[in-house]
């Protein structure tokens, strides 16, 4: 088991074909902490032509992925939630912000913001996570 923040990324990364076909890119890593960027495309608007607010989702829950996975034991969400302060438009690029807010042994609070190029923020979303008993890699604890 790696303790390395980039090196959990990484192989997560390799393994993740949600966000590599959305076009989320991790920009930085850290111990509880994890900064990814995406760019809002044409396929990710809605009727009122702004960004589906599943797409918005998905990067924060993507960014809160990372940041509990970072030390390397396997977490998955438990409960989340999100409020979305302002739409996002074709060719807006945008940053997911997520940090540590409280981590036990089994649970943790992760805080993510999303913000556009423009540094405004349009959604706030807060994950609960789980540790399931393994490592990234698979080895039980």
């Given at each position: 088991?790696?303790?390395?923040?980039w090196?959990?990324?990484?192989?997560?990364?390799?393994?993740?074909?949600?966000?590599?076909?959305?076009?989320?890119?991790?920009?930085?890593?850290?111990?509880?902490?994890?900064?990814?960027?995406?760019?809002?495309?044409?396929?990710?608007?809605?009727?009122?032509?702004?960004?589906?607010?599943?797409?918005?989702?998905?990067?924060?829950?993507?960014?809160?992925?990372?940041?509990?996975?970072?030390?390397?034991?396997?977490?998955?969400a438990?409960?989340?939630?999100?409020?979305?302060?302002?739409?996002?438009?074709?060719?807006?690029?945008?940053?997911?912000?997520?940090?540590?807010?409280?981590?036990?042994?089994?649970?943790?609070?992760?805080?993510?913001?999303?913000?556009?190029?423009?540094?405004?923020?349009?959604?706030?979303?807060?994950?609960?996570a789980?540790?399931?008993?393994?490592?990234?890699?698979?080895?039980?604890?």
């Amino acid at each position: 088991m790696s303790t390395n923040a980039w090196d959990n990324a990484r192989l997560m990364y390799a393994r993740d074909n949600c966000a590599k076909q959305m076009g989320i890119e991790v920009i930085e890593m850290g111990d509880g902490f994890a900064l990814l960027t995406m760019t809002i495309t044409e396929a990710m608007l809605n009727g009122h032509q702004t960004c589906h607010g599943g797409q918005l989702f998905t990067l924060a829950d993507t960014a809160f992925a990372y940041a509990c996975n970072s030390q390397g034991l396997a977490a998955v969400a438990s409960g989340c939630s999100i409020e979305f302060l302002r739409p996002g438009k074709a060719g807006d690029r945008l940053k997911a912000v997520a940090h540590v807010r409280q981590q036990g042994r089994q649970t943790g609070v992760y805080d993510i913001e999303i913000i556009n190029q423009d540094e405004k923020t349009l959604a706030l979303f807060r994950g609960r996570a789980h540790r399931i008993g393994t490592t990234l890699s698979g080895e039980k604890l």
